[in-house]
DNA sequence: ACCTGAACACCGTTCAAGT
DNA sequence: ACCTGAACACCGTTCAAGT
């Protein structure tokens, strides 16, 4: 029971883990307030650090959004990759797995979704773009299993890919921006699913 | 040439125009350098004012970006129409000029675009949805001349029009976050507009 | 190697006061 | 009715200095 035990322990000089703590801090500021609330020296005191500190791990506020929406993509490809664990083999099921997945993790996620992918005109963005990579091939592999499968038609693989993508991203941005009520969503991506299956569908 | 016509003549002492004036360079600074670097001290230095004048026309900074976005979905409404208006008759040459006009002006006024699409949890934002009814309600009724000529399956309208809507939104923000060549536009507008075609043809 | 703390140049917002 | 200008409480970023 020494001074150094107290329920706001002297933290000894070196913090050893504040990168992640940052990290995770801002996440969960992210979630709650948005980003634009999300203050480098705020996070620094709720973590106990001088406002100085963070720089050491990120050069600077865009920094660490940008490792926020890297880190995004990852969860991303987990949450497409599980999905896909507990589905069938046929293509319109892991269609749907894909696309139901997607959805989800995008409406769940709404403000880091959108520090995914409003990237522009930005430096450092390249690494960004490299993160969304994975996510991207998980699409156009599923792509190409249907085009082998007979059940979508042979063409651009990425350009169909990248259409499906957009389609899904765009349901969650309406949703997310209250355009359209949370409630429509399984409808919604349902709609997409089945019109793309039939839209794609080699004619007999 | 007296003293009050020098290159910065002195401005009597009500402005007149503000409201209007500041959401002119608002817009050219949110088309220039993005909404985050948008100041409204900047915006009252630029137009010669003072910075506590903004506060008469908009209640804070928030306000500006939302009649930034009022005025962009009335913009968008009005790109739609005339792209109708230039345009055939049929429901294939319909869909096709919304499509195109919908895609050119979100990744021509891309930072536009996020504001127009990213309200949620603000007040005030009443008035932003609102803003953006029109446009909904023109492809809403795109969908009801599809379903009339029998070239898109009977169902709910607002569903199908949903996903259409999304599908093209998506597409511009793939293309505005730079995951996706702008020089991919058109194409990937087509195959989006001509999967639909052939994924709302009611089967025979 | 990692963190501190003062300093600088900005913000948005508020409000009494001016015309 | 509309604008000014001082004041307040924040920011992000920089950097010499500490351990």
New interface residues.
């Given amino acids: 029971m020494t001074e150094t035990r107290t329920a706001t322990p002297e933290r000894p000089y070196h913090h050893g883990n504040l990168r992640d703590e940052l990290l995770a801090a801002a996440e969960a500021t992210l979630r709650e307030r948005?980003q634009e609330q999300l203050s480098l020296r705020e996070l620094a005191r709720q973590i106990g650090v001088s406002h100085g500190a963070p720089r050491r791990h990120f050069a600077d506020r865009q920094a660490l959004l940008d490792a926020l929406a890297i880190t995004g993509f990852g969860r991303l490809d987990d949450a497409l990759r599980a999905a896909l664990e507990e589905t069938g083999e046929d293509f319109p099921s892991r269609l749907r797995a894909t696309a139901g997945a997607y959805v989800r993790f995008a409406t769940d996620s709404?403000a880091l979704l959108?520090l995914m992918?409003?990237?522009?005109?930005r430096e450092g963005?390249e690494a960004v773009?490299e993160a969304?990579a994975p996510a991207?091939v998980r699409l156009d592999a599923l792509i190409v299993q249907g085009q082998r499968s007979g059940e979508v038609a042979a063409g651009?693989t990425e350009?169909?890919s990248?259409?499906l993508?957009?389609?899904?991203?765009?349901?969650a941005?309406?949703i997310?921006?209250?355009?359209?009520d949370l409630s429509?969503l399984e409808?919604?991506t349902d709609?997409?699913t089945e019109?793309?299956?039939?839209?794609?569908r080699p004619l007999g």
Same sequence: chains 1, 2.
């Fill in positions: 948005g709404a959108e992918f409003t990237t522009k005109h963005a773009r969304a991207f651009d350009q169909v990248i259409v993508f957009a389609t899904l991203q765009g349901i941005t309406l997310n921006g209250d355009m359209v429509r409808d919604l709609q997409a019109q793309f299956l039939r839209g794609q």
